[in-house]
């Protein structure tokens, strides 16, 4: 049970500034969400396209879930422009090249114990011993001390000045001690009644569905729903149904084929910095040859995946990092070192995906069709994404058809090209180890100016490009759907938030 709760004695709830979007002028911080309405607000129904595939593990693809239902939080996060902002952590300070001092706010956990440096401490020292390793700390090591009453030393063994960034990553959330009681002995880090968002996640039905009610001690202020019901729904016509009949009131991630269906006003789009990728197997099969590699990407036609998949809600893939992020214009470099392109004489490939997101098994039909005209014989294999990824992790596919989201583990654009295509990257798809990328990534992660950063990402993305282990097919705009008096839902860029203190019907 958990220990009493101290209600808070204020007649209205919270109001913080709300921040400006990116690009669309629609994504709002989770504390900054108007919160004035009625402490005893209705319950929100919300269908998400992912089903939790580890049991809510806090450190993998499921932290992103507990993210976006308002359930965990970081020392920080990412605010409008990309930028680390407070949340558990009201300020920090660079004290050396490896050393960062984080000042905390007054918070409680869900159980009723307050949020100390010691708590903070165990939980960052959790997360650097998962495994697999959460994708934040990909290559990373770094240990956390507490200091005095509210402030915790974080300290790198090697230099990282984009730690504020990463620290925001939805696998760094800070659970209390009681969700690692049983991780010492072999069993699972429980976020359920432990962490610190607005609301508490308090039971699960396997993979279908979670209930989660408000926590009425949230330090940003009482959020005006009770609570939330979630359901996990992949296929993506049977979410947006769901809330045509009023099953549900938000419905992540609606199929372009069904926008035009939603009621006026109810098919909300945000452009994201999600790419959906073909990723080639480098290191086993027919893509091993950078040969081949340079004729599948010269057989695709990008701007008909745009136009007919995805009926105009995408943009014609340039590169690893899309319109979403305004700095990457006009620091794009020309991939050099490009193989010239073989006959593909009927070489057969084997190309996997998964239907959560329902474009992907047709932009993989539309690639086969393009790849077969070149001349290779394609099979396709699409699943579920949690049954299919492991995988495609271990190179089992000659090429995979996926969607990235750029920002979602760090906020840092050189974190995830070190994920995906270093030879000791965590999430490294295609399998790519190339001594130039290395180099290139690596000198991206020493550049501390943010501008010098930039520019060093870009000369990466320009190095990946030219192996051709990657193909950029399109950069996507998400629609989301939501219910005709549904107010205040998070359309963000990132795709780590979706509900919080201002979300109400």
């Not at 429980?190 to 993979?207: C, H, I």
């Not at 209930?211 to 202020?221: A, S, V």
């Not at 995408?314 to 073989?342: N, Q, V």
């Amino acid at each position: 049970m958990h220990t009493v709760r101290r209600r808070r004695l204020i007649a209205g709830l919270l109001v913080a500034p709300l921040l400006s979007g990116l690009l669309s002028g629609c994504f709002v911080a989770r504390d900054g969400s108007s919160s004035n309405g009625s402490a005893d607000g209705a319950r929100l129904k919300v269908a998400l396209a992912f089903p939790p595939s580890e049991n809510f593990s806090p450190y993998g693809a499921d932290a992103t879930l507990l993210s976006r239902l308002g359930v965990t939080e970081g020392l920080t996060k990412l605010d409008a422009n990309g930028a680390a902002s407070p949340v558990l952590a009201a300020s920090w300070k660079k004290e050396s090249g490896r050393s960062w001092l984080f000042t905390l706010r007054e918070a409680e956990f869900q159980d009723g114990t307050r949020v100390t440096p010691a708590a903070v401490a165990k939980a960052l020292g959790h997360a650097t011993k998962a495994e697999p390793v959460t994708a934040a700390l990909s290559g990373v090591t770094l240990t956390a001390e507490p200091v005095g009453k509210d402030q915790v030393r974080i300290t790198t063994a090697d230099p990282d000045p984009a730690l504020p960034l990463r620290l925001s990553s939805p696998g760094l959330a800070v659970l209390s001690a009681k969700a690692y009681e049983k991780a010492g002995s072999g069993g699972r880090v429980s976020p359920v009644g432990t962490a610190t968002g607005p609301f508490e996640l308090t039971k699960t039905t396997g993979a279908t569905a979670a209930t989660l009610d408000r926590f009425d001690d949230y330090w940003g202020g009482l959020a005006q729903a009770s609570g939330i019901d979630a359901k996990f729904i992949a296929d993506g016509t049977a979410r947006t149904n769901a809330l045509r009949t009023h099953d549900v009131d938000i419905a992540e991630a609606v199929p372009v084929s069904q926008a035009a269906s939603l009621d006026k006003g109810s098919g909300r789009e945000t452009p994201t910095a999600r790419t959906t990728s073909l990723q080639l197997n480098t290191e086993s099969g027919a893509f091993k040859d950078p040969g081949l590699r340079a004729a599948a990407r010269e057989a695709i036609d990008t701007s008909a995946l745009a136009k007919d998949v995805y009926e105009g809600h995408a943009d014609p893939g340039e590169g690893i990092f899309g319109p979403a992020l305004t700095w990457a214009e006009g620091k794009r470099g020309k991939p050099a070192g490009r193989a010239g392109a073989k006959r593909p004489d009927g070489t057969a490939i084997t190309i996997g995906t998964y239907d959560n997101r329902p474009e992907l098994p047709e932009v993989a039909q539309v690639l086969k069709q393009q790849l077969q005209k070149a001349g290779f014989a394609v099979k396709l294999e699409v699943r579920e994404s949690s049954r299919i990824e492991g995988d495609a992790l271990a190179g089992k596919f000659d090429a995979f058809v996926g969607a990235r989201n750029t920002m979602l583990d760090t906020g840092d654009p050189v974190s995830v090209l070190a994920s995906d295509y270093t030879c000791d990257g965590s999430y490294n798809l295609a399998q790519l180890c190339d001594k130039k990328v290395d180099a290139a990534v690596r000198k991206a992660e020493e550049a501390a100016d943010t501008g010098k950063r930039q520019d060093a990402a870009m000369a990466a993305e320009a190095a990946i490009l030219g192996t051709d282990a990657v193909v950029p097919l399109v950069h996507q705009r998400i629609i989301t759907g939501v219910g005709g008096s549904v107010e205040g839902v998070l359309l963000d860029p990132y795709e780590r938030t979706l509900v919080a203190t201002g979300t109400r019907r």
